[in-house]
Structure formats: C-alpha cells, structure tokens
C-alpha cells in the first residue's frame, strides 16, 4: 500500500478491525519512510455478471429498488425492504463465489420476498419469470397454496401467545387465511 503523503510503497499494519459487520477490514497503517500515519479499508467485492455480460458490483439499493416497486401499494415499509436486501446480500455471499449472475441474484430474492409479501412475490416473479399467460400466474398460485397448506414449520406453529387452542398466534394466523 502506498503512502498518501509520500508516496513510499511500502506501509506497515499498526492495527486492523473488522467493520460494516464483517464485511470489511480497517486497518490503521503507518509509513516507515514519513512516519506519518493512515487508514485504509478493504472489502470484497461481490460482482454481478448481467445477461448482456457486463459486470458491475453488487448494490443493495438495486434489490431495494427492484423489490420495492414490485411492493407499491403493499404493507411494506423500508425497514421490511433493507431486511430483505441484506438477507438477500447475505445469501449470495454465501455461496463463496466472487461473481454472480444476475439470474441468481433474481433467485435468491424470490424466497424472501415471498415471506414478506406474496403478492409482491407473484408480481416479481411475473416480471423476472417472464410470465405470458393467466396460466403462468394460475401455476404459481398454486404452489404458493399448496405451500401454505402444508403449513407453517413447527417454530412458527407455537410462536407468540397460545390462541383459545392452545396454538400461538402466528399458528392462528397462518391457519386463517385462505
């Protein structure tokens, strides 16, 4: 790492922290030739391959801007959609690749979208699956009541406070709509 101030290319790390949850390193640096001392930060960067091959980094406020216009009218506010968008960051870094496809990123928002909202998941999808036709819509209603008939998992079952059936609410909830 160069020196900013005398541009010496040599440097030494005097303390690093991690920061932005992990995301990044600070490192506090000194240079051996001015004495004087600096900060850099180092963060990976996770790329997005697009269908037309270009590539660009990751932004949170792309998934944020996608889902939210397919949430226009819904109640979701823009704690739901920034939760949704690091979740969304987090799954793909997950993956431990260093580029991604767009394609992918698209995958990796349907799941928690649908969890959010399902009509804001079915205009989504519609859009990134290129629907073209009542039937694409009628089969992903579908499997979205036929996941909802099987019920919630079985964490979700008992949360909250037991209903007159000794279920918990979120039980009650999942049960009553159709």
Known sequence: ???????????????????????????????????????????????????????????RAKVVLGVRRACQGRPVNEDDLALLAQQVEENVRATGCAEISSQDVGVAILGPLRDLDEVAYLRFASVYRSFESFDDFEHEIGKVRSDRLAGPPPAERTAGPPGPDGVGLVGELHATVN
């Open 1 to 59: 790492m160069r020196c900013p101030f005398c541009r010496n290319p040599d440097s030494r790390v005097i303390d690093s922290r991690e920061v932005e949850d992990g995301q990044a390193i600070r490192r506090r640096r000194s240079c051996p030739e001015c004495s004087r001392r600096f900060t850099t930060v180092e963060e990976s960067v996770l790329a997005v391959v697009k269908r037309s091959g270009v590539t660009e980094p990751f932004s």
